[in-house]
T-cell receptor, first 112, second 112 residues
Framework: AQTVTQSQPEMSVQEAETVTLSCTYD???????LFWYKQPPSRQMILVIR??????QNATENRFSVNFQKAAKSFSLKISDSQLGDAAMYFC?????????FGAGTRLTVKP | DVKVTQSSRYLVKRTGEKVFLECVQD?????MFWYRQDPGLGLRLIYF???????EKGDIPEGYSVSREKKERFSLILESASTNQTSMYLC???????????FGPGTRLLVL
C-alpha cells in the first residue's frame, strides 16, 4: 500500500524567510499525482500546489514551489518570503487511480 | 468557485445512534470523498465514489457506509455510532482522478 510520510510534525519560520517542508512517499506506480494542501486554523483545506508524476519540471505557484525527485520518491514544498498568512497545517497527498493518501501533516508557524 | 458544503459544522450524538453526514457539491464533479481527520494521523480515506451509485472502500471503512443517489450529494452513515468515531469528518470532490480536491468545511462529531 502506498504511504505518505511527513517527517516534520512542526516547523517555524521567520516572516520573509524561506522554509522547506519535507514529504516522501512510497509507491510502485508510475502514473500518479502529488499535492500540497494547506489547512489554516478553523478554515477549509485548500490546494497549494499540484505535480503530475510524468512531468519532470517542478511545479511553481507564486511563492510556493516544489522539489520533485521521482527516483527518490520525494516531494518537498518550499515557501519563499513567508507571510503571516502562511501559518497553517500543510498536508502532502498522493493520488493514483485507485488510491488517495495524505501525510500526517506539518504545522507551520510564522514568526513576525 | 467550487462550493462543497456539509450539513453540520458540529454534531453531538449518543453511542449507538445512527448518524448521517451529508455533503453537497455544486460543480458537477464526478469524484467525491469522505475522510476523517485526527491529530497526528492526517486525513484517512473512509470511502470514495467515482459516479452515481458507485462506491469504493478506502482505508478505514469499518463502521461506516455511504450513499450516492445523486451526482452532487454524497452521504456518510455511521450505522451505530461509537466513541472511537469522535473525529473531524471532511468531504471533498474533484472533477477527475488527477485533479484538485475541493474540501468542505468539515463536521466535528462528538460521540458520547
Amino acid at each position: 500500500a502506498q504511504t505518505v510520510t511527513q517527517s516534520q510534525p512542526e516547523m517555524s519560520v521567520q516572516e520573509a524567510e524561506t522554509v522547506t517542508l519535507s514529504c516522501t512517499y512510497d509507491t510502485s506506480e508510475s502514473d500518479y499525482y502529488l499535492f500540497w494542501y494547506k489547512q489554516p486554523p478553523s478554515r477549509q483545506m485548500i490546494l497549494v500546489i499540484r505535480q503530475e508524476a510524468y512531468k519532470q519540471q517542478n511545479a511553481t505557484e507564486n511563492r510556493f514551489s516544489v522539489n520533485f525527485q521521482k527516483a527518490a520518491k520525494s516531494f518537498s514544498l518550499k515557501i519563499s518570503d513567508s507571510q503571516l498568512g502562511d501559518a497553517a497545517m500543510y498536508f502532502c497527498a498522493y493520488r493514483n487511480p485507485n488510491d488517495m493518501r495524505f501525510g500526517a501533516g506539518t504545522r507551520l508557524t510564522v514568526k513576525p | 468557485d467550487v462550493k462543497v458544503t456539509q450539513s453540520s459544522r458540529y454534531l453531538v450524538k449518543r453511542t449507538g445512534e445512527k448518524v448521517f453526514l451529508e455533503c453537497v457539491q455544486d460543480m458537477d464533479h464526478e469524484n467525491m470523498f469522505w475522510y476523517r481527520q485526527d491529530p497526528g494521523l492526517g486525513l484517512r480515506l473512509i470511502y470514495f465514489s467515482y459516479d452515481v451509485k458507485m462506491k469504493e472502500k478506502g482505508d478505514i471503512p469499518e463502521g461506516y457506509s455511504v450513499s450516492r443517489e445523486k451526482k452532487e450529494r454524497f452521504s456518510l452513515i455511521l450505522e451505530s455510532a461509537s466513541t472511537n468515531q469522535t473525529s473531524m469528518y471532511l468531504c471533498a470532490s474533484s472533477l477527475s482522478q488527477g485533479e484538485t480536491q475541493y474540501f468542505g468545511p468539515g463536521t466535528r462529531l462528538l460521540v458520547l
